[in-house]
Structure formats: structure tokens, C-alpha cells
């Protein structure tokens, strides 16, 4: 069964500096990796997909690296805004199925 | 579109009592998942359609729910009876492929007194 660690569960970094979110998981037969953000209350909004087959993807200030050979991936945010306060979870796919970390809660200090 | 459309979006009942959650998926999505999350153990798949049809229900906790997609554009997700360890935050989900993005409606949140 394939398991997905994100940790720290929660951090805290003032507004400007650049935010480093990692995903771990123990299956490295993977299709692809999702990165979502979900707002207090609401739904998952899906920010990027990296295929098994790419090493990077970027949209914006956003930018997430896949190395699925050593099960890891990391979102980066460059200079992050009080706007990027959100929980961010990483999912991947494998086995005709979606398994996702518990996220880790961002909050960006003014 | 709209989006992924979740009713209700709060949800209030006691013990013993029926429970429907209902879903609109994006349109022409073929596939439309339920998902339920806790504090505790994070976001669970409970049962995914392709084309209206269940594919995977093996993440349904037990024969107290229920789920069922008459047509490709809507979706209930049933409680009968209704517990205390039921309350979560319920999602549906759609997608053109299993494997592809996926879009998620804002939730229900379930509270079972």
C-alpha cells in the first residue's frame, strides 16, 4: 500500500522568503504526482502535475520537482505572500489509485 | 462550468438518522470520485464511478453507506443510520481520466449528534 509523508505538518515563514514543501512516498511505480492546495473550508485546487516520466514542473512562482527513483518530491514557492497561507498536499498516483499526505498548513508572515 | 457542485454544504443530524450528500461533477468528466476527510486520517477515498458505473468501493467504511450515480451529471452519497464517528468533511471529485487532474467540489461538512 503506498504511503505518503509530508512533513513538518505545519510551519510558519515570513512574507518574501521562499517556501520548501516536502513529499515522501514508499512506491516508487508511480503514474504521477499532484500537488494541491486546499484554502480553510473549502476544496482541493489542483496547482501541478509532474508525470513519472518528468523531473520538473513549473507554473508561475510555483515549481515541483519529482525524483521517483529516491519517492520524493518538493514544491518550491518563490517569495512567498500572505496569499500562499493554505494547506498543501501531495498526492500520487499509482495502481489505478490516488494516495495523498496529510498536507502541510503554510503560514506566511506579513 | 461551474465547477464541481457539493449540497449541502453543512450538514446537521442526529444519530440514527438518513443522510444524502449530493454531487454535480463538471461535464464530461467521466469519472467522479467521494472522498471523506478527517483530522485524524486525512483524505480517504470512498468510492469512485467511470461512465456512472461503481469501479472501486473498497474504501466504503461499511453497508451503512451507500453510493449511486443514475447519470453522468449527478451523484448522492448515503448514511443510513447515521453515527457520531461519521462526522467529516465529504468531497466529490471529478476527472476525464483516473489518472489525470483532479477537480474537487467545496466539501460537506457532516456533523452527527
Known amino acids: 500500500k503506498q504511503e505518503v509523508t509530508q512533513i513538518p505538518a505545519a510551519l510558519s515563514v515570513p512574507e518574501g522568503e521562499n517556501l520548501v514543501l516536502n513529499c515522501s512516498f514508499t512506491d516508487s511505480a508511480i503514474y504521477n504526482l499532484q500537488w494541491f492546495r486546499q484554502d480553510p473550508g473549502k476544496g482541493l485546487t489542483s496547482l501541478l502535475l509532474i508525470q513519472s516520466s518528468q523531473r520538473e514542473q513549473t507554473s508561475g512562482r510555483l515549481n515541483a520537482s519529482l525524483d521517483k527513483s529516491s519517492g520524493r518530491s518538493t514544491l518550491y514557492i518563490a517569495a512567498s505572500q500572505p496569499g500562499d497561507s493554505a494547506t498543501y498536499l501531495c498526492a500520487v498516483y499509482g495502481n489505478n489509485r490516488l494516495a495523498f499526505g496529510k498536507g502541510n498548513q503554510v503560514v506566511v508572515i506579513p | 462550468d461551474a465547477g464541481v457542485i457539493q449540497s449541502p454544504r453543512h450538514e446537521v443530524t442526529e444519530m440514527g438518522q438518513e443522510v444524502t450528500l449530493r454531487c454535480k461533477p463538471i461535464s464530461g468528466h467521466d469519472y467522479l470520485f467521494w472522498y471523506r476527510q478527517t483530522m485524524m486520517r486525512g483524505l480517504e477515498l470512498l468510492i469512485y464511478?467511470?461512465?456512472?458505473?461503481?469501479?472501486?468501493d473498497s474504501g466504503m467504511p461499511e453497508d451503512r453507506f451507500s453510493a449511486k450515480m443514475p447519470n453522468a451529471s449527478f451523484s448522492t452519497l448515503k448514511i443510513q443510520p447515521s453515527e457520531p464517528r461519521d462526522s467529516a468533511v465529504y468531497f466529490c471529485a471529478s476527472s476525464w481520466d483516473s489518472s489525470e487532474k483532479l477537480f474537487f467540489g467545496s466539501g460537506t461538512q457532516l456533523s452527527v449528534l
Open positions: 464511478f467511470n461512465n456512472n458505473v461503481p469501479i472501486d
